[in-house]
């Protein structure tokens, strides 16, 4: 299975941007880039996916690099709600997610 | 529309008790996913179903460990004879279709607790 790294914790201020990274080297040329946060107490809520493009929604920005062996889930202007953990995972096809330990986010009033 | 919702949300068991947990996936979804999440690490897949048929149970830790979903919707975990170390959050995911860009919907667990 493709693997993926990304930091342990990471802090961030209030109404600031944050990028999270992660690396995916092992990538394949059909692996989907999703990302997923898990709010305290709660389960995994979806984020966001790309492939090979740039993608935007209501939550957040993807960027992937041009050689996809990585990817930075870019949320605009943070708030306390977002204080989660944020799993970025690879998807080709039927399978289940294989989710990491993902990035725990800190967002400080 | 409704969610995914899980039963009961809270558990606890005897060591060598059985239990059962209960999903309700989204009405129409077509694949099921249970997941187990140990304290402080994500979650680890544990078996897939697309609609009645089980796909993949390579994730089940152990034969005491049976999951099914007779009728393509509602979907049951099983665990005989639970031992101290099932102690876990057990999460249900449903979605569209299994294909890779579609999007897992979670129930908000069950959280399992072994004495």
């Known amino acids: 299975d493709a693997k993926t790294t990304q930091p342990n914790s990471m802090e961030s201020n209030e109404e600031e941007p944050v990028h999270l990274p992660c690396n995916h080297s092992?990538?394949?040329?059909?692996?989907?880039i999703h990302w997923y946060r898990q709010l305290p107490s709660q389960g995994p809520e979806y984020v966001i996916h790309?492939?090979?493009s740039n993608v935007n929604n209501r939550m957040a920005s993807l960027a992937i690099a041009e050689d996809r062996k990585s990817s930075t889930l870019i949320l605009h202007r943070a708030t306390l709600r977002d204080a989660a953990v944020y799993y970025c995972i690879l998807r080709d096809g039927l399978e289940d997610m294989r989710f990491g330990a993902g990035t725990r986010l800190t967002v400080k009033p | 529309g409704a969610g995914v919702s899980q039963s009961p949300r809270y558990k606890v068991a005897k060591r060598g008790q059985d239990v059962a947990l209960r999903c309700d996936p989204i009405?129409?979804?077509?694949?099921l996913f249970w997941y187990q999440q140990a304290l402080g690490q994500g979650p680890e897949f544990l078996t897939y179903f697309q609609n009645e048929a089980q796909l993949d149970k390579s994730g089940l830790p152990s034969d005491r460990f049976f999951a099914e979903r007779p009728e393509g919707s509602v979907s049951t975990l099983k665990i005989q004879r639970t031992q101290q170390e099932d102690s876990a959050v057990y999460l249900c995911?449903?979605?569209?279709?299994?294909?890779?860009?579609?999007?897992?919907?979670f129930g908000p667990g069950t959280r399992l607790t072994v004495l």
């Open positions: 009405s129409g979804h077509v694949s």
């Open positions: 995911a449903s979605s569209l279709a299994g294909q890779a860009y579609n999007e897992q919907f």
């Open positions: 790309g492939l090979t």
């Open positions: 092992t990538i394949s040329g059909t692996d989907y």
